[in-house]
């Protein structure tokens, strides 16, 4: 199966989306097959720790498209490469955050198509990695603490790139749920 996974990276304390990372993978041979980044245009001062953390400058989101435009260029993305609708993320805020914060777009900017159901283009909820992880160290007893980079670093899956960059993390959420299905396939055997 081919499917996508997504990540955001927001502004505080706004939680504005100023940055969004995808990548389609096909789930049986973990092969990452396509990427997307683009940075989302902004017309708030990005907070300095948000600057420190995901290494995004306020000119990135000043030069960039609008919210609107860039969950259009998502949608042709996914649908290039024939993904699954839904989407695999780390955690269960991303999709939801983004689904909101399109509606408000487009009904801040008079966007009629959008009052039709099928605008969103990824389902009623996504694949969340987090959860199937806790879920696996706690079926071991195991601590369930931890972010991506951390949680990759307790199984020996390698974490590459500096975290909190949108792109970085899609790829890393994609490389370590392909991970855990094959963890879930030895344990499921018959």
């Known amino acids: 199966m081919i499917r996508l996974a997504v990540d955001l990276e927001l502004n505080q304390p706004s939680n504005s989306i100023i940055s969004i990372g995808a990548c389609a993978f096909n789930t049986e041979t973990g092969e990452l097959l396509d990427q997307f980044h683009e940075f989302v245009h902004t017309?708030?001062?990005?907070?300095p720790e948000i600057i420190k953390l995901t290494g995004i400058h306020q000119c990135d989101v000043?030069?960039?498209?609008d919210l609107g435009v860039v969950y259009q260029k998502l949608v042709g993305f996914k649908e290039k490469n024939k993904t699954h609708f839904m989407c695999c993320t780390w955690?269960?805020?991303?999709?939801p955050l983004l689904k909101d914060q399109v509606y408000?777009?487009?009904?801040?900017?008079?966007?009629?198509r959008w009052d039709s159901s099928d605008w969103w283009q990824f389902g009623r909820?996504?694949?969340?990695?987090?959860n199937l992880h806790q879920a696996l160290l706690e079926s071991q007893g195991k601590s369930i603490q931890g972010g991506l980079k951390t949680s990759m670093r307790k199984w020996g899956v390698?974490?590459?790139?500096?975290a909190h960059n949108s792109l970085n993390d899609a790829q890393a959420t994609a490389q370590f749920y392909c991970f855990l299905l094959q963890r879930l396939k030895t344990i499921c055997q018959p």
């Open 125 to 130: 909820t996504e694949m969340n990695v987090k």
């Open 62 to 65: 000043d030069s960039a498209q």
């Open 158 to 162: 390698p974490f590459a790139g500096p």
């Open 104 to 112: 408000k777009y487009a009904q801040a900017n008079y966007l009629g």
């Open 43 to 47: 017309d708030e001062v990005l907070n």
């Open 91 to 95: 955690g269960a805020g991303d999709m």
